[in-house]
């Protein structure tokens, strides 16, 4: 089955011109063009379009988006990922309405503001005490400054980069099983390509120890002791799945430091 150019606009509440384009930049290339030279779509193509819109409204442009499309072929692990991000960010919207419907109930019934609940999922800065004890205040405010010099797309970005590589690794550790056969082993190929991936990002963020433009990287202490941290502090071992994907993922960051660093 498939749609016509004009049925995927209305569809997408798009235009048949923005088709065009995609499909002229490689981004969206019709699944068949008709004999009365109308493009045709099929069901990947649709959901392909959908990755695209998705990406356009975290502020990603078009090079980018075909950079990430190309990267990740894999929809359904794309889309998990991109679907856990929106929860999340759904979550904090969440937050900051009920913070605001709260202020609106307040200030209506005359009564006394209470300033430590007007916030509630506005606050960037939740890790900056925590940050500041673990590695120093040089250590938050070189992070924050690249932080808030990123612009809108960039930050979409690296989130959508941050949120790809978690939902990887909870697919790695829940294929890794309890020691299972056939699981994924913590110092095999696919556990360490992740590995890598993690060190790469870390290596990415100024303020870290080893990060920032033209630094070498985490320290074999630093990194392992991330993964310590990970299994730890249930807030970290929720990304990963809960304790048993945080332990997998210290297993498999010790096994890349006992190679690497």
């Known amino acids: ?16 011109r923005t088709l065009r384009h995609y499909g002229d930049l490689g981004l969206l290339p019709p699944s068949r063009i008709g004999s009365n030279g109308y493009r045709y779509y099929d069901a990947a193509a649709l959901v392909r379009l ?22 990740e072929t894999d929809a359904p692990r794309a889309l998990a990922a991109h679907l856990a991000w929106l929860r999340g960010e759904r979550d904090r919207l969440d937050r900051q309405i009920g913070s605001v419907e709260d202020t609106i109930t307040t200030l209506n019934r005359k009564e006394q503001l209470m300033a430590e609940d007007m916030f509630d999922g506005f606050d960037h800065t939740e890790h900056k005490d925590e940050v500041e004890r673990r ?17 809108a797309a960039e930050k979409a970005a690296w989130q ?13 550790a829940s294929a890794s099983g309890s020691g299972a056969l056939g699981g994924l ?26 990060g920032g433009p033209g630094g070498a990287g985490p ?8 993964g310590e941290m990970y299994v730890s502090d ?28």
């Open 1 to 16: 089955m498939d749609w016509s150019i004009q049925e995927i606009a209305r569809l997408a509440s798009t235009t048949s």
């Open 50 to 71: 959908q990755r695209i819109l998705m990406l356009r409204a975290l502020g990603l442009g078009l090079p980018a988006i075909r950079e990430v499309l190309d990267h």
């Open 135 to 151: 590695w120093g205040a040089a250590a938050w405010a070189s992070g924050d400054a690249w932080w808030h010099g990123m612009s």
């Open 160 to 172: 959508e980069r941050q949120t790809r590589l978690l939902a990887d690794w909870r697919a790695a």
């Open 185 to 210: 082993d913590p110092a095999g190929p696919e556990a360490q390509a992740l590995a890598q991936r993690q060190f790469d990002w870390l290596r990415a963020i100024p303020g870290t120890p080893g």
């Open 219 to 226: 320290s074999r202490e630093y990194l392992t002791g991330l």
């Open 234 to 261: 249930e807030r970290f071992a929720a990304n990963y799945g809960g304790q048993a994907g945080a332990a997998f993922v210290r297993a498999a960051l010790q096994a890349y430091a006992d190679r690497n660093l």
